[in-house]
């Protein structure tokens, strides 16, 4: 069964606010990864935290991971237009055999300018 | 330059059919990647490559079949082609190992007509 399930499914924000994302997963990881799509692109790398990880920053990405509850979150803040896009989580399990990613089914992320 | 290239974007084609896609890597990578993303875009794994060796096989048809001529292309041949095979395909690329990033082509669109 799927690893990663995103919550909520679709967010839609306006240009400014901050939007957070959120992902559950079910086997221990070695690391989590978030990527990000653009409408007809495909998935560009944005940050990865390592089960040994609570918290990483990236610009204005902020990612948490919490391992006793299988969960991680992204958050954007100062959202922009060109933020719009869906946002994956993937994990790396644990016993994973080479760069396995099992990937969740994404939150589209809408910012209005 | 772009860093992982596929061809062709857009596949139309009748079932029965059998196609293939490309794609090459220019990042020095050493594993490449084969995804399928359904309609409701949900990302999975098919295949992976080591230097050039196969080290992921997901449960696929064997109607797929990737090859990998050196460690910067990685190509996917589909034979007899069905409705279900319609979905957005990327090949992917990382340094070996499960803490890498992957980087992503922007896809190539199969249609079953």
């Known amino acids: 069964s799927q690893q990663g399930e995103e919550d909520p499914q679709a967010l839609s924000i306006q240009e400014g606010e901050n939007a957070t994302m959120n992902c559950s997963y079910k086997?221990?990881?070695?690391?989590l990864q978030w990527y990000r799509q653009n409408s007809g692109r495909g998935l560009v790398h944005l940050i990865l935290?390592?089960?040994?990880?609570r918290e990483k920053h990236s610009g204005r990405l902020r990612v948490t991971l919490d391992t006793s509850k299988k969960s991680s979150s992204l958050l954007i803040t100062a959202s922009r237009a060109a933020d719009t896009a869906s946002y994956f989580c993937a994990t790396a399990t644990r016993y994973n055999q080479g760069g396995k990613l099992i990937f969740g089914q994404g939150t589209e992320l809408s910012v209005k300018p | 330059d772009t860093a992982v290239s596929q061809t062709p974007k857009y596949l139309v084609t009748q079932m029965g059919n059998d196609k293939s896609i490309k794609c090459e890597q220019n990042l020095g990578h050493d594993t490449m990647y084969w995804y399928k993303q359904d309609s409701k875009k949900f990302l999975k794994i098919m295949f992976s490559?080591?230097?050039?060796?196969?080290?992921i096989n997901e449960t696929v048809p064997n109607r797929f079949s990737p090859k990998s001529p050196d460690k910067a292309h990685l190509n996917l041949h589909i034979n007899s082609l069905e409705l279900g095979d319609s979905a957005v395909y990327f090949c992917?690329?990382?340094?070996?190992?499960?803490?890498?990033?992957?980087?992503f082509g922007d896809g190539t669109r199969l249609s079953i007509l």
């Open positions: 490559y080591n230097n050039k060796e196969l080290i």
């Open positions: 992917a690329s990382s340094h070996g190992g499960r803490d890498q990033p992957q980087h």
């Open positions: 935290i390592r089960s040994n990880e």
């Open positions: 086997t221990s990881i070695n690391n």
